[in-house]
């Protein structure tokens, strides 16, 4: 119930392409579902986040789509650039408490 | 304007001894977690506060105690570190959505 499960592992995308990550979560409670960047030696930073009343976000060059009846989320960056080299983390929260349930996290490497 | 620090940002220990790990946020969030981030990058939430108040303990050995002395404060104390303790330890705050994280600890147990 409680787990968000993410793929692919890792991920090589050519500069200019579209690197998409895809995440499935199971717990229908959850309302809330971020996306987080982590560069080596820091800590997670959110990146764009969206509500399950919406089917899709987007701010600049990323962009969620969430499909509410399949529980599943993905992110697409577009024109994917070296810079967004780095470690990615899908997350649902949502009850009580609020904890975020990650992902296992996509490690992303964009070649110039 | 740090918003989430965390002191210290590397901790090398031997197995047995008891450390500290020391979060402030200057954000003003009735809310903070610690989490923890293993050799795989897997990130596990450890504990939760709100306003000084425990609100979340997930399955973390006894070993592990937090301790949040106001609300811009939560510290982490560890007893008698073991091999498995070692991993990066983040803290985070929240408002009403967003978690900021800060930079990390990296606990290594030799």
């Known amino acids: 119930q409680q787990q968000v499960k993410q793929s692919p592992q890792s991920l090589i995308v050519q500069k200019g392409g579209i690197s998409i990550i895809n995440c499935a979560y199971e717990?229908?409670?959850?309302?809330?579902f971020p996306w987080y960047q982590q560069f080596p030696g820091k800590g997670p930073a959110l990146l764009i986040a969206?509500?399950?009343?919406?089917s899709e976000k987007k701010e600049g060059r990323f962009t969620i789509s969430f499909n509410k009846s399949a529980k599943q989320f993905s992110l697409h960056i577009m024109d994917s650039q070296p810079g967004d080299s780095a470690t990615y983390f899908c997350?649902?929260?949502?009850?009580?408490?609020?904890?975020?349930?990650f992902g296992t996290g996509t490690l992303l490497a964009v070649q110039p | 304007d740090t918003a989430v620090s965390q002191t210290p940002k590397y901790l090398v220990t031997q197995m047995g001894n008891d450390k500290s790990i020391k979060c402030e946020q200057n954000?003003?969030?009735?809310?903070m977690y610690w989490y923890k981030q293993d050799s795989k990058k897997f990130l596990k939430i450890m504990f939760s506060?709100?306003?000084?108040?425990?609100?979340i303990n997930e399955t973390v050995p006894n070993r592990f105690s937090p301790k949040s002395p106001d609300k811009a404060h939560l510290n982490l104390h560890i007893n008698s570190l073991e091999l498995g303790d070692s991993a990066v330890y983040f803290c985070?705050?929240?408002?009403?959505?967003?978690?900021?994280f800060g930079p990390g600890t990296r606990l290594t147990v030799t």
């Open positions: 985070a705050s929240r408002d009403t959505g967003e978690q900021y």
């Open positions: 717990n229908t409670a959850f309302d809330y």
């Open positions: 969206i509500r399950p009343d919406v």
């Open positions: 997350a649902g929260t949502g009850g009580a408490t609020n904890k975020l349930i």
């Open positions: 954000l003003g969030h009735d809310t």
């Open positions: 506060y709100n306003n000084k108040e425990l609100i």
